[in-house]
């Protein structure tokens, strides 16, 4: 029995491993959206067998980021106008709501945090992928302080899943200026103590992005 829980850990790291390598591979566009994934040629790469990798590949379509398609197999999330727009329909009020609900709650220590992170941000707007990820810290700063646990994990899903997206923004706009603008609205409604201004910021801003990656993204998924 400690053998085979041994073996299972050992499965577990070795699939954990591969999840974090395939993801980081299809959010930096190493791996093109619409790419075929073959179970065979992945295990022959990353040297594993077949096991962890259909568990890797069931783990990343929970998150969106691939698809099973019944005439080419598992591929590459490929982002559409109609995806994006059903997406943020479903993380807009959630995250506006979530915001609403945080302000009343900030602290001084959370509002200091927000200060810090707008600033790494104001100095990385021309760095794309440090600047996405300090946005990730950015947003869940302020969803953490709503104290809605399964709110916050529904919102960190949903925006797990848009992951995609946030790459294609980043190859369409060369400097993150923009949006800097807007993280600032929304720190400075979060001071101001102003729950239905923030939420209107995070509504507004969500919704900007909506229209700048819709701009660059096809009709459909052809």
Do not use: W
């Amino acid at each position: 029995m400690a053998r085979e829980k041994q073996r299972n850990l050992v499965r577990r790291t070795i699939t954990d491993t591969l999840i974090d390598e395939l993801r980081d591979e299809i959010r930096s566009g190493k791996i093109k959206p619409g790419s075929r994934l073959r179970q065979l040629e992945v295990a022959q790469r990353f040297g594993v067998s077949s096991t962890p990798v259909r568990e890797t590949f069931a783990a990343l379509e929970r998150e969106g980021l691939l698809v099973s398609s019944p005439h080419r197999g598992v591929i590459v999330f490929r982002p559409t106008v109609e995806d994006l727009q059903e997406t943020y329909d479903i993380r807009i009020p959630l995250e506006a709501v979530a915001t609403e609900r945080a302000v009343e709650n900030m602290t001084d220590e959370d509002l200091d945090a927000l200060d810090d992170l707008l600033s790494q941000m104001g100095a990385s707007t021309t760095q794309a992928a440090h600047y996405n990820r300090l946005n990730l810290k950015f947003h869940e700063q302020i969803y953490r302080a709503s104290k809605r646990p399964r709110l916050e994990k529904l919102i960190g899903e949903l925006r797990e899943s848009s992951a995609a997206y946030l790459r294609v923004y980043s190859t369409l706009t060369p400097t993150a200026d923009q949006t800097q603008k807007e993280h600032e609205r929304i720190v400075a409604a979060c001071r101001k103590r102003d729950p239905k201004a923030a939420a209107k910021a995070v509504e507004a801003h969500l919704r900007n992005t909506v229209s700048r990656v819709s701009a660059g993204l096809p009709d459909d998924d052809a």
